[in-house]
């Protein structure tokens, strides 16, 4: 019989299953930095939407399928991080495989990180938790008032754009693609350019263009990136529609089509990165000014451009909610013929 320990949170709507490796007594995933063990965990010869099957795909798997999971949920190992300067490391994953980046989970994981002690909180004031993540460390501030977490700020990895008006050819007509990399590389186009609007009721629509449109950008040299295959190759596609601006910036709203086909619950915090860096390009937003960036379900984060230098790119906060939903025990019993389950 083996039984699988999680947390679970939500991140503006968005799922987050939290594995303490530790914790569950999983084996050590080998590799000196989470960038290594990410490689480990998708194995040799395998990709981030097609790992190689591995003991720990295997948990994977249990905690992502069906009847434990969906084909939306999302969550993170927790490992050791890549050397003292950060709290723990964080290996990704959702129902194809394993990401390099994940903001709502970042912000998940520091809301978590605070609520079970690990890092220490004031009853009043923020507490920061620093995480290594595959593309590199990133922070999650814990806002605190009256003993409670009232919100957590994300800082990413430095974003930047890759390309700018890539012409795609989609069953809905051409769009015109902008690339930008923000922990990974996500490929914006404006919903309206392919005759959509970001509804609950378009998302067929959404999620078939977002995949065309990934696939027909697998080899563009805007989605690779610097430092290696890992970072590159589009994660996720942002479809977007202009909203009223308000006095503090320009307003969004967005559906983030990942993987093979995912559908991101939240306004994605990776993903809010990389428009952000597209709108500083455009002159939209500066210093002092937020975007309001919506997603497919209402939900709302807001994403702002930090004034530090960063030879490497765009330094951006995202600011949002996260909430506990549930403590598990899952357990797969080696009777059971559906094993680690299925995928609708």
């Not at 007509?173 to 996500?186: K, P, Q, S, T």
């Not at 210093?287 to 451009?305: I, M, N, P, Y």
């Not at 490497?312 to 899952?330: K, N, Q, S």
Request: net charge negative; proline share 7%; charged share 20%.
């Amino acid at each position: 019989m083996t039984t699988v320990r999680t947390v679970d949170y939500h991140t503006a709507g968005e799922p987050f299953r939290i594995v303490d490796t530790a914790a569950a007594g999983l084996p050590p995933v080998p590799g000196d930095t989470v960038a290594e063990r990410c490689a480990t965990a998708i194995g040799p010869g395998g990709s981030g939407t097609a790992p190689r099957r591995s003991p720990l795909d295997d948990v994977r798997r249990l905690l992502v399928q069906e009847p434990r999971g969906h084909a939306g949920m999302y969550g993170g190992f927790v490992v050791p991080p890549d050397d003292d300067g950060a709290h723990l490391g964080v290996l990704f994953w959702h129902k194809d495989g394993y990401s390099t980046a994940c903001g709502h989970g970042t912000m998940a994981l520091g809301v978590w990180a605070v609520d079970t002690g690990r890092v220490p909180a004031p009853d009043d004031g923020d507490a920061q938790v620093r995480i290594d993540v595959p593309s590199g460390r990133v922070a999650a501030t814990v806002h605190r008032a009256g003993g409670r977490t009232t919100g957590v700020t994300f800082r990413n990895v430095p974003a930047r754009v890759g390309a700018r008006k890539v012409p795609v050819a989609t069953t809905l007509g051409l769009a015109e693609v902008d690339i930008a990399h923000a922990g990974a590389c996500y490929a914006s186009v404006a919903a309206r350019d392919l005759g959509l609007e970001v509804t609950r009721a378009a998302l067929p629509e959404l999620v078939r263009a977002g995949q065309e449109i990934r696939a027909a950008l697998s080899s563009h040299p805007g989605t690779w990136h610097p430092d290696g295959p890992l970072l590159s190759g589009v994660y996720g596609v942002i479809l977007y529609e202009e909203l009223p601006g308000t006095p503090f910036g320009p307003h969004q709203r967005n559906v983030t089509v990942f993987a093979d086909g995912q559908i991101d619950r939240s306004p994605c915090g990776s993903g809010t990165s990389a428009r952000l860096a597209l709108l500083a390009e455009d002159g939209r937003i500066g210093a002092g000014e937020d975007l309001l960036h919506e997603s497919v379900t209402g939900t709302v984060f807001t994403g702002r451009v930090v004034p530090v230098g960063s030879r490497d790119g765009l330094v951006t906060e995202v600011t949002g909610t996260a909430y506990r939903t549930g403590e598990h025990a899952f357990v797969r019993d080696p009777q059971d013929a559906l094993g680690a389950g299925f995928l609708l």
